[in-house]
């Protein structure tokens, strides 16, 4: 029940297109689920988080789209570009206090030119 | 700036030998993490620590070792029971409290090479 499942395993989006991640967890407790952004060699950053009391958050080229009712959310970058070439990692965690995030298993995106 | 400080970040270790892997965050952070990352894998947790002188055991604790004597210190020891260590290992920290808060700041990581 704690898991979260990602996908797909790898993408690869041609530039200037969508690139776009999808997340399921099953663990209704859940109420805030961040994504992570790594490039290789380096640890992750956090990217852009969402509380499932909205249906989308957008900063910039980044949006993520929450479906609470069927417990899946996506990332998406829009207008890709080399540049966002990266893992990516949705997460997400209750709000029980002191609790620790469950990952997703992560997307390898490559934009090629 | 505060962060997180990982060191080495490239570490070559022969077999049968404990290596220790350092973790220092200024982010006044109560709780500290250890994940280790292999090629093209997730991040699977090894240890964490909530308060000081207190941690548990993650989902892959065997052969690794831990202390938090320290707020801002968690060192990670890669001893020779464990079997496959090369690996990639992040530490990270979070403020204790709601989902929030508990959100991880990673480091740049450490790369263990057992030659």
């Known amino acids: 029940q704690q898991q979260v499942k990602q996908s797909p395993q790898s993408l690869i989006v041609q530039k200037g297109g969508i690139s776009i991640i999808n997340c399921a967890y099953e663990?209704?407790?859940?109420?805030?689920f961040p994504w992570y952004q790594q490039f290789p060699g380096k640890g992750p950053a956090l990217l852009i988080a969402?509380?499932?009391?909205?249906s989308e958050k957008k900063e910039g080229r980044f949006t993520i789209s929450f479906n609470k009712s069927a417990k899946q959310f996506s990332l998406h970058i829009m207008d890709s570009q080399p540049g966002d070439s990266a893992t990516y990692f949705c997460?997400?965690?209750?709000?029980?206090?002191?609790?620790?995030?469950?990952f997703g298993t992560g997307t390898r995106l490559t934009i090629i030119p | 700036d505060g962060g997180i400080t990982q060191s080495p970040k490239y570490l070559f270790r022969k077999e049968g030998q404990n290596v220790t892997l350092s973790c220092e965050q200024n982010?006044?952070?109560?709780?500290m993490y250890w994940y280790r990352q292999d090629p093209g894998q997730g991040l699977r947790l090894i240890y964490y620590?909530?308060?000081?002188?207190?941690?548990q055991k993650g989902d892959i604790a065997e052969g690794y070792s831990v202390s938090r004597e320290k707020k801002e210190s968690f060192p990670l020891t890669v001893t020779s029971a464990q079997k496959n260590p090369t690996a990639f290992y992040l530490c990270?920290?979070?403020?204790?409290?709601?989902?929030?808060?508990?959100?991880?700041?990673f480091g740049a990581g450490s790369r263990l090479t057992v030659l």
């Open positions: 990270a920290s979070s403020m204790n409290g709601n989902s929030g808060a508990n959100v991880l700041t």
């Open positions: 663990n209704t407790a859940f109420d805030y």
């Open positions: 969402i509380r499932p009391d909205v």
């Open positions: 997460a997400a965690i209750s709000n029980f206090g002191n609790e620790k995030l469950t």
């Open positions: 982010l006044n952070h109560d709780a």
């Open positions: 620590s909530q308060i000081v002188n207190d941690f």
